[in-house]
């Protein structure tokens, strides 16, 4: 997948640099999440976009497991796209946001840090967008690699309760001037608003890929929304959870588990990644 880079105000990288994909690339890139190519930047398009990306590129932590390189930024998109696999939110924001930016979206790339259970992760954990189309001044708040974020983009300046179909999202002051995110009353995470650039988030990138106690090297898992909850394969168990109701399977076997990553997943796999218990001891740091 080819591109052509040049120097900008506003695009991929916010105030720094923009990265422009050739047409080939998001043509590739529309037809991976099923999008029409919007004739105009609209907020109309963009909401088409998000919604289509979350539902389509799952959620995943494969290639931690299988320990192979893993850029960030626009360079994923050869994974999503040519490859036809997911990625974690470094790989799908910064790949979404060289997209939006090649359709004519104003796209800034913001640092968060995750806060689960009442506990910090790490500061820049997280990678999302702020974006502004062309027929609309106000900014929105885009994320496709958050499993329990928005399906569609939250309204930045809004204070208020802000429905979607993945629950009820508030954007609240922070201290220091940061803004919290929360889903259903609690707490996902803190978002700086000063426009960061991709190079910003190498240093916890390399933590997430070579220390064993990161989220990502302790769990394997690849995990995608569907129309009415969400399905996720952990290891070799599948769980499926659908208007309320919950199904757990137990797969025997690496051809049981091929078909499971294809068949919910559409993810092809020549070589299965194993699950940290089984793996660890032969990995370094």
Known sequence: MEDARGAGRCGAWGAVTTTQLADATVDAYLERIGAARPARPTVEALFELQERHVMT??????DFHLRRPQPIG??????????????????????????????GFEVDVLGARVNDGGEWGAVLGHMLLRVVAADSPERWLVDVGYGRGPRLPLRFGERGPQ????????????PLGDLDVLRDGKLQYRV????????DFEHVWWWYRNDLTSPMNANLYCTLPTAGGRVTLSGDTLTLRENGSRTTVVFDGDEELREAYRTWFGVELDELPRSPVSDSAGRAG
């Open 57 to 62: 590129v799952p959620y995943e932590t494969l």
């Open 192 to 199: 700086e608003t000063r426009p960061r650039t991709v190079g």
């Open 74 to 103: 626009a360079p994923a998109i050869e994974k999503i796209v040519g490859r036809r696999r997911g990625g974690t939110c470094y790989e799908l924001n910064g790949s979404l946001s060289a997209l939006l930016a090649a359709l």
């Open 163 to 174: 429905q979607d179909p993945h629950g009820v999202f508030q954007v609240r002051p922070a």
